[in-house]
């Protein structure tokens, strides 16, 4: 799978599938998830809706993936997770890692050949962005899906996507 570090807007992204920093709640929110759930229209929120009356009535659980429609969005699907808050106190970077894996797990059941990653947890779940870059491109770096061909990692502004490339090199 080729995997790319693209600075930019996550919404903006040509993939068959968008991952979305949801909350627990799936309902929106802020920062990646408000902007999906703008974006993308009111079919998101119907489809997150529904998922809350059937299989998660108390949320979804960290690291755990589902997929809804993109609505409006310029992909097929948005496939949300819900990250970690990042803590000095415990490890919780398998949770982190697991955003990942459950996320590309879904996509490639659903026939995505390629899937757009916002740097989850990185914002305000104060995650350290080096270290989400590192659990990222773990994660992503020795993935074996079986339909998704492109992974990409979208980078909100200029310092992260600088501090991404300076990961990866030194990876």
């Excluded at 600075?7 to 040509?14: K, S």
């Excluded at 998830?33 to 929120?45: N, S, V």
């Excluded at 994660?139 to 079986?146: G, I």
């Excluded at 990692?153 to 996507?161: F, K, P, R, S």
């Amino acid at each position: 799978m080729d995997i790319e570090l693209i600075e930019g807007d996550i919404t903006a992204q040509h993939t068959d599938a968008i991952v979305n920093a949801a909350n627990s709640s799936l309902l929106g929110g802020g920062g990646v998830d408000g902007a999906i759930h703008r974006k993308g229209g009111p079919e998101i929120l119907a489809e997150t809706r529904m998922l809350r009356a059937s299989k998660y009535g108390r949320g979804l659980p960290v690291g755990q993936a589902v997929a809804t429609t993109a609505g409006r969005l310029p992909a097929r699907w948005v496939v949300h997770t819900v990250g970690p808050v990042h803590s000095t106190d415990e490890d919780r970077s398998e949770l982190l890692r697991a955003c990942y894996e459950n996320s590309l797990r879904v996509a490639d059941e659903l026939g995505a050949k390629s899937v757009a990653f916002p740097l989850i947890s990185a914002g305000v779940y104060r995650w350290p962005v080096e270290d989400a870059v590192r659990q990222a491109l773990t994660v992503l770096r020795a993935a074996e899906p079986v339909n998704l061909r492109k992974a990409a990692l979208v980078l909100y502004g200029a310092d992260t996507a600088a501090a991404a490339r300076r990961v990866a090199e030194a990876l």
